[in-house]
């Protein structure tokens, strides 16, 4: 039996040539893409070769020879990673050092492209196309979703943009992006790059591919069961790194130690053991996902130890009962990830993990619980994708649905400073003021430096609310401005508000008509109008303030005497407490003299209404009560004579004025009821029922 000394199964780095099967598919595919399309986006798990194809693909389009009227492509291999936190003046250089490597041009010089930011696009690029004549550039870019790791704020201000400039307006340069996640997940900042790609999936091998790649390498040397085929494929859904993998193991196991040369079933079950343990960082690297995707891949992986799929209830059960709750959409929105990225298979409703090698790795490493820093990385994911969601609306000018998200991110992370800054923006947008400031306001405590926006959102918002006449919000945000800057200017400001406020109650007052049912809640607002106005007036000098608020307090204490004169007791009583109050407050003699004043007034006002209506109320007792006293001599025995139907219009009178009395004026109250019974105590004295019952009693 030939032996071979060396095991041809690779297992890691990139193959080519001979070392590289199938894809001729896809490779066609990519190829007539390009005709049409300035961006193939290429989708694929890791460790599902596409650092290999994207070699191939470049062999494909050299060797390419057509009779047809095609466009012909010059391949640019590209490796983006290594040029990402560099400067963009040294970005264009190194990728114009790989155009020019397969064309007779001379890449510029650094120094040059430094001098002139422009000369890269606008000179060098047309000199290019000039060599390249009817032929087509394709620059092949390797792991283009790690960008976002990678990329720094300096990078997506400079370097992004520049690579959508070059995306979307050069016809002659096109692009194989290759990507480990959906172009869709990207942030918003790609969207330029990613937005008129085509994308296309690199997936797994398809059976026949397997076999092929199981057995040529080991032609002569090793022969695989067709069952041994089936259950390496069982185990592998065709992934070419863990097919890679088997046949290595199996090929050092069989071959070079057993010294065999059948591979049979249980050759290939022993060897799943060693492949679990040999190659578990590269097992660990296919199924590292976001924290969200990852609980939900290792809930699937548990389920199904011992059922063919997951159902979705039991998912969210398992989930739930290991402290893990997502939303219904959040948990659609993982499972449509995980099979998108062929880690599962099936629908929304039913699933299961697509490679059983990756399930059995799965179920012996990860838990379905999180640690603490998992369950801190879920929130942090969870955030981060309301937020994409957000920015994509926000961007889309649909502010009111990308408010929505940006308050759903602050849920998950109460201060992403970046939400509070943008969710600020969208209110601003919508012309929401206040909420503005109330985002803006938790923001700064984050923040220091975001104070100047906040001072220009409360000034938009001071002006807008005296457009309105609504001074009452105008000096609330006056307050927090001058907490954040106190100034003279700010105070006279809020001094004027002030005094505008109280001449807009005052007007409210002067067209109130008796008996003044909202006087009560007038007051409360004037009074505290007038300590917003005289706490402002405190803090600063200013003999025209001073006497602009004399005139507006003589104004409202005219008015309130009138008040006063018709209101209830307990109102007289709440603003005589209020001017109390704003006497002992005010350092202004003049105020102290017009509060105490109209004081007195109250006082001596109803002092006098008391001695009115104590006098009036005697007076008309004792009259009522003579009055039926002296008709009590009409006798009853005569119920039509003149004598008794006076009495009666007299007493029914008596009743009326009764309750007149206790409508207009309660002083008169205990009067009223005298009046009342006054005829039943004329009765009581005349009949001679209480004489008697008297000298019963003290006889």
């Known amino acids: 039996m030939p032996k071979l000394l060396i095991n041809p199964y690779k297992v890691g780095p990139p193959v080519e040539g001979v070392n590289f099967y199938g894809r001729s598919e896809l490779l066609d595919k990519v190829y007539q893409t390009l005709q049409q399309s300035n961006v193939v986006l290429l989708q694929g798990q890791r460790r599902i070769g596409k650092t290999s194809f994207l070699k191939q693909l470049t062999t494909y389009m050299e060797r390419r020879k057509t009779t047809q009227k095609l466009l012909q492509f010059v391949p640019v291999l590209f490796d983006i990673q290594r040029y990402v936190q560099v400067s963009l003046p040294q970005f264009q250089m190194h990728l114009a050092e790989a155009i ?63 690579l959508g400039q070059l995306v979307s307006g050069e016809s002659h340069l096109k692009w194989v992006l290759a990507f480990g996640r959906l172009a869709g997940k990207l942030p918003i900042q790609y969207e330029p790059i990613v937005s008129s790609g085509v994308q296309l999936r690199l997936s797994f091998l398809s059976p026949q591919i397997t076999r092929e790649l199981l057995e040529k390498p080991v032609e002569g040397v090793l022969t695989y069961m067709s069952e041994a085929i ?57 199924v590292r996902v976001p924290p969200v995707e990852e609980r939900v891949l290792v809930t699937v992986a548990c389920l199904t130890e011992s059922a063919e799929v997951a159902k979705k209830p039991a998912i969210t059960q398992l989930l739930i009962e290991n402290n893990v709750q997502f939303n219904r959409d959040e948990l659609t929105s993982a499972i449509e990830s995980l099979i998108n990225w062929e880690l599962l298979s099936g629908d929304n409703q039913s699933v299961k993990v697509s490679v059983e090698l990756l399930r059995v790795w799965i179920v012996k490493n990860l838990t379905v619980e999180p640690r603490q820093e998992q369950a801190t990385a879920i929130l942090f994911e969870l955030a981060e994708k309301s937020f994409d969601v957000a920015e ?39 012309g929401e003021s206040i909420d503005r400031i109330r985002v803006l306001k938790r923001l700064i405590f984050l923040e220091p430096n975001a104070t100047d926006e906040l001072v220009e959102a409360l000034l938009d918002c001071i002006e807008e609310s005296i457009a309105e006449q609504d001074f009452s919000t105008a000096i609330e945000q006056y307050k927090t401005l001058i907490e954040l800057r106190d100034s ?30 909202e006087s009560k809640d007038l007051s409360e607002k004037l009074s505290n109008s007038i300590s917003n106005t005289i706490t402002c007036l405190n803090s600063f000098f200013d003999s025209l303030a001073e006497e602009e608020l004399q005139r507006i307090i003589i104004q409202i204490a005219l008015l309130n005497y009138e008040i006063a004169e018709n209101a209830s007791t307990k109102m007289r009583d709440d603003w005589r407490k209020d001017l109390n109050f704003y006497s002992r407050f005010s350092s202004d003699n003049r105020f102290k003299q017009i509060a105490d004043g109209f004081i007195s007034s109250i006082f001596r006002s109803e002092l006098t209404n008391r001695m009115i209506a104590h006098f009036f109320g005697a007076i008309l007792s004792i009259i009522s009560l003579f009055f039926n006293f002296l008709f009590y001599d009409i006798k009853f025995s005569n119920p039509n004579s003149l004598g008794h139907i006076v009495y009666v219009i007299a007493y029914v009178l008596d009743i009326g004025l009764t309750v007149v009395l206790l409508i207009s004026f309660p002083l008169f109250g205990w009067y009223a009821l005298l009046l009342i019974v006054s005829p039943i105590l004329s009765f009581q004295i005349k009949s001679g029922f209480l004489k008697e019952e008297l000298e019963k009693r003290f006889s």
């Open 230 to 286: 089936e259950r390496i494929y069982q185990l592998t859904s065709g992934q070419p790194h863990l097919t890679q993998a088997l046949g290595s193991e199996i090929f050092q196991s069989v071959v070079l130690e057993k010294e065999q040369n059948l591979v049979t079933v249980e050759d290939v079950d022993a060897a799943i053991p060693p492949i679990l343990e040999a190659y578990g960082n590269a097992i660990a690297s296919i």
């Open 392 to 430: 994509r609306l926000f961007h889309s000018g649909r502010y009111d649905l990308a408010i929505g998200q940006y308050l759903v991110v602050l849920d998950y992370i109460p201060n992403h400073h970046e939400a509070l800054r943008r969710l600020a923006k969208a209110y601003q947008l919508r």
């Open 488 to 517: 003279i200017q700010f105070q006279k400001s809020l001094f004027q508000v002030c005094a505008k406020e109280l001449d807009k109650q005052v007007e409210i007052l002067k067209k109130m008509t008796y008996p003044y049912p």
């Open 100 to 162: 020019a490597r397969p064309l007779p041009l001379v890449a510029p010089l650094l120094s040059e492209l430094e001098a002139d930011l422009t000369l890269f696009r606008d000179i060098w690029l047309p000199q290019a196309y000039e060599v390249l004549g009817d032929r087509a550039l394709v620059i092949l870019v390797d792991e283009f979703d790690n960008l976002d790791g990678l990329a720094t704020s300096q990078t997506m201000q400079t370097l992004i943009p520049f």
